[in-house]
Structures are given as structure tokens and as C-alpha cells.
């Protein structure tokens, strides 16, 4: 469902309202249609786009009606009682105890609504944690902030990439008027084919994170040294957004998670085109750069990969600053070994495994000559490859 303008001011009076009647827990549930849109403001669960997703939405549905009888039952006999049998009307309290029948009822009549209760959860249950069968695996890994995606090599997949947030810094800091998918954007999607059961092997790289989509009826802790499985078979064809769901940091806001579901053919098309893209990667390692090359891509990198922590500006944050660093302006054998292997035990991360031999020289001469650094010198793809190999 689209979710535009219009439906965001709506969202926006509601919550206005909602706070002045209604009060804190009211409030909670209005911040949350307000992060998720129409979907959420539909009241109810919504089923997704998975079998199990299905389930646990008829689950629910099932325990929901089954709470809603009792609950008419119980305050229906409470209200009744305060009401008819109350002390103004001379009614006169009985003195019955330890009734044995009125024990036994109150004991096997739940014991059936509990049994009754835990059949469908049991089994849906054993549905989401059926990680059997798969037809392929992709390895999850959250950093902070982003996501990697690792296709497991069983048909020729061997593929890798990151997935950052593609929402772009004039939204974010209110220059620009915030678009439909604010937050909910990235550059690179998870890609997977329709009506496949697809495993999802999910882990952390620094910290915990929890990879949640709710149309695929995922939602998985990303935990650093261990492997969470979950798996989805989706069977429609669409575009289906989540977010970390883990509070991971300072953007922990910022790492969505974008999950694009195509046919058979057009997997197989992209799977193509990034091993495609991987083998001119490898074409351009071997090339040398002019610096305005390194630039124009160093600038792109930076902003995919650097900004967040040390700013657009080069003044830092969580990051230390780039403008007028003694690293981006003193030795570059030294700079370049921070941008390979991150400087251990703070937030700078080794870059080595995450970012190509290009992109690691663009983004390194970027650093050394943006923000006023003016230092004039370069870093090939190859002295990448010469500092990796030590
Ligand atoms: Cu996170």
C-alpha cells in the first residue's frame, strides 16, 4: 500500500490528537503508525506475503478470538454481579468455601483453553523453525550501520555486497522535503526469487542487531559469534521493507533493510549482472587513476561508507575528524593502513573485507585532498593490494 503526503499529516493530527485525549500508551501506539504508515494504522496484523506469515496471522487471530470470549465472559458475570447483586439491593453474601465442584471447574476449564491454545501455537511454531530443505542460503551479517548479504555458493551464486541506506542527507537534515520511502531506502536490495525457500543465516559483526521484515515474518537477533537461521518462502513478486530491530547505536535508525522478491528469470538475470560487475571490478583493479577519478568515486564511497561517523563535512562525530587530520595529511602508508584494517577496539572498523581495492584507494585519496586536506597525493588500486598482502 502507498503510503503518501497526505496519509503522513493524517498520521501526524491523529498522533496530535491521540496525545491530548488519551495519553502515554495511546501515544506509543500512535508512534508507531507513524513509523510504519498505513499498514500499522490498519489496527490488525497483517498476513504478509509468506505461508508462515499467514499462519501466525490466523494464529493470532485464533488466541485473540479465544481471549475475547473470556474476557466478555468473565467482566459479563463481574458487571452482572456488582450491578444486581450489590449491597444497596439487601443482597447478602454466601458462605460457602472449599467447594470441591467449583475446584475442579476452575482447574480443568483452563487446563482445556491452555491445550486448546497451545495445538495451533505448537505447530505454527514448528513451521517458522522448519529451516529444512532450503534451495538456497544467504548469509545476513549486521555492522554498524549496515547490512552485509552473502550468497552461499551452491549453484555459482558467490555473490557479496553491502547494503547501506540510500536516503540522502538533505532529507535527513530537513533541506529537502522528506521522500515516500524516508529511512526506508537502500542502495543495494537483497535480491531473492518467488516461491523459493530461502534460509537466512544471520550473525553480527560488532554489536547486536536483529534483521526484521515483517512481510516476510522474519525477525532474527544478529548476534556477534553466533548464526540465528530463519527462512522465507515468498510468494508474491514485490518490493518489502524492514529495519534493524535491535537498538544497535546511533544509527541504528538508519539501516534499513530492503528485500526485493523477483521471478525465477529475473534472479537469474541479476545474479548475472553482479557477477558481471564483480569481474570488471577486478578489470579496474588492475588500472591506474587519475585523481579526479579517485576523487569522483572516493567522494561517492565516502558518502556511503565514512559519513555517517565522520561527517560531510569531514568534521567528525563518532568518528574522529578527517579535516586537517595528522593521518589524512601525514604518511599515507599509515592512512591507508587505517582504512584496511580500522584502528581495533573503537567504532573504526577494518574496511579490507568490506570495500573493493578501488573503492578503498577512492576513498583514501578522497580523504587526503576533500575538506581542505589539499595534500595533492594518490592511492592506486594496486598499493591497496601491495599494503593488504603486507
Ligand atoms: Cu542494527
Not at 491445550?115 to 514448528?126: E, F, N, R, Y
Not at 525465477?264 to 548475472?272: F, V
Not at 595533492?376 to 594496486?382: A, E, L, S, Y
Request: proline share 4%; net charge negative; aromatic share 10%.
Amino acid at each position: 500500500m502507498l503510503y503518501n503526503m497526505e496519509t503522513r499529516e493524517m498520521c501526524l493530527e491523529a498522533k496530535r490528537l491521540l496525545k491530548l485525549a488519551l495519553g502515554p500508551v495511546l501515544m506509543l501506539t500512535s508512534a508507531v503508525v507513524m513509523a510504519y504508515g498505513p499498514e500499522a494504522a490498519q489496527v490488525n496484523m497483517a498476513p504478509g506475503a509468506t505461508a508462515v506469515g499467514r499462519s501466525i496471522y490466523d494464529l493470532h487471530m485464533v488466541i485473540l478470538g479465544i481471549c475475547t470470549v473470556i474476557g466478555i465472559g468473565v467482566f459479563g458475570v463481574m458487571f452482572y454481579s456488582i450491578i444486581y447483586h450489590r449491597k444497596s439491593k439487601g443482597a447478602v453474601p454466601a458462605h460457602f468455601h472449599e467447594s470441591t465442584k467449583v475446584e475442579i471447574a476452575w482447574t480443568v476449564i483452563p487446563f482445556f483453553i491452555l491445550i486448546g491454545m497451545a495445538v495451533p501455537a505448537t505447530s505454527t511454531l514448528l513451521q517458522i523453525y522448519d529451516n529444512d530443505d532450503a534451495e538456497m542460503d544467504v548469509l545476513i551479517t549486521g555492522f554498524q550501520w549496515k547490512w552485509k548479504y552473502e550468497y552461499i555458493e551452491e549453484n555459482g551464486e558467490n555473490v557479496t555486497f553491502f547494503s547501506n541506506l540510500r536516503t540522502p542527507q538533505s532529507e535527513i537534515r530537513n533541506s529537502q522535503p522528506k521522500g515516500e520511502f524516508y529511512l526506508l531506502e537502500v542502495d543495494e536490495p537483497l535480491v531473492i526469487p518467488v516461491d523459493t525457500k530461502v534460509r537466512f543465516l544471520i550473525t553480527g559483526n560488532d554489536v547486536i542487531h536483529s534483521w526484521w521484515v515483517p512481510d516476510l515474518a522474519v525477525k532474527r537477533d544478529a548476534i556477534p559469534g553466533f548464526i540465528n537461521e530463519a527462512w522465507a518462502k515468498v510468494n508474491t513478486v514485490g518490493v518489502y521493507r524492514g529495519q534493524c530491530a535491535e537498538l544497535c547505536g546511533k544509527d541504528h535508525g538508519f539501516m534499513p533493510i530492503v528485500v526485493n522478491v523477483v521471478s525465477k528469470e529475473d534472479y537469474a538475470t541479476w545474479l548475472t549482472g553482479k557477477q558481471a560487475e564483480a569481474a570488471a571490478v577486478k578489470e579496474l583493479m588492475a588500472q591506474t587513476f587519475t585523481l579526479d577519478q579517485l576523487m569522483e568515486r572516493g567522494a561517492a564511497v565516502y558518502a556511503r561508507n565514512c559519513l555517517a561517523c565522520h561527517g560531510a563535512n569531514g568534521e567528525g562525530g563518532l568518528g574522529k575528524p578527517i579535516a586537517g587530520s595528522a593521518i589524512a595529511t601525514g604518511d599515507v602508508g599509515v592512512h591507508l593502513d587505517i582504512g584496511i584494517n580500522g584502528v581495533p577496539g573503537t567504532a573504526m572498523q577494518a574496511f579490507g573485507n568490506q570495500l573493493n581495492d578501488v573503492d578503498l584507494a577512492a576513498v583514501i585519496t578522497y580523504q587526503r585532498n576533500a575538506f581542505g586536506n589539499n595534500m595533492g597525493d594518490m592511492v592506486q588500486p594496486i598499493d591497496v593490494y601491495n599494503h593488504k598482502k603486507g
